[in-house]
């Protein structure tokens, strides 16, 4: 559980506790199901990580919504788009071993996460992950409903594959860019679980100069 829902589901419990006092218990019945629910929506289940050399892990729990080839200032990658609906779990994972590099927060609008406009425009948190030979982006972008990213990591910080690394609340979208030689094991309209599915695999004589790569990465996409 992460401990925001203890924290909505604290204040709503009060807010039914009142209300059942000073007016009476049906009047409880609205602010108790929405503890209830804010209980269940930040739960943060126990995953099984692959352990699959080069595996490349979801970082989010949701619906594939892109599959495809994207060039930013010359740069060619790989991006897959994934949304998160309420009913998902929020909870973000990193999706490859690595050491942060990059933490970039940007400011933005709140439109629909299946607005393709959104990897753009939307409030978002773009971070660099450097391991297995090759660098990797993943971005938390706020949707309709969301209005706070939590990103728990800094820059230099040592991360494992799969290990949870901050949350979207409520609608979402998480986009992960890729090396164009990357394996892509999903397609769209897949659905997928943060940290136990596999969305592609790095090719072990693939590996990439890290500080061409890491320059291209901070100039060209962030």
Not at 9 to 33: K, M, Q, T, Y
Request: net charge positive.
């Amino acid at each position: 559980m992460v401990r925001d829902g203890f924290y909505y589901a604290s204040g709503l419990l009060i807010a039914a506790i009142l209300l059942g006092w000073l007016a009476s218990w049906p009047w409880a019945i609205v602010p108790l199901l929405l503890a209830a629910f804010f209980l269940w929506f930040f739960r943060d289940p126990e995953r099984a990580i692959s352990p699959a050399p080069g595996a490349v892990v979801s970082p989010a729990d949701g619906k594939v919504t892109d599959v495809s080839p994207v060039t930013v200032s010359g740069v060619r990658w790989t991006r897959i788009s994934i949304f998160l609906n309420v009913f998902d779990v929020h909870v973000n994972r990193s999706p490859i071993s690595g050491v942060i590099r990059d933490v970039r927060y940007r400011r933005g609008k709140f439109m629909n996460a299946m607005n393709p406009a959104c990897a753009e425009d939307n409030e978002q948190n773009a971070v660099t992950v450097e391991g297995e030979g090759q660098i990797l982006i993943f971005k938390q972008i706020a949707g309709l409903l969301a209005r706070r990213i939590v990103f728990n990591k800094n820059v230099g910080d040592p991360v494992s594959r799969g290990e949870r690394v901050g949350l979207i609340k409520f609608g979402s979208r998480t986009d992960v860019l890729l090396d164009v030689s990357a394996d892509v094991q999903i397609k769209v309209g897949d659905r997928v679980k943060g940290g136990s599915t596999v969305l592609a695999y790095f090719h072990a004589n693939r590996n990439l100069t890290a500080g061409v790569r890491a320059e291209q990465t901070l100039t060209g996409v962030l």
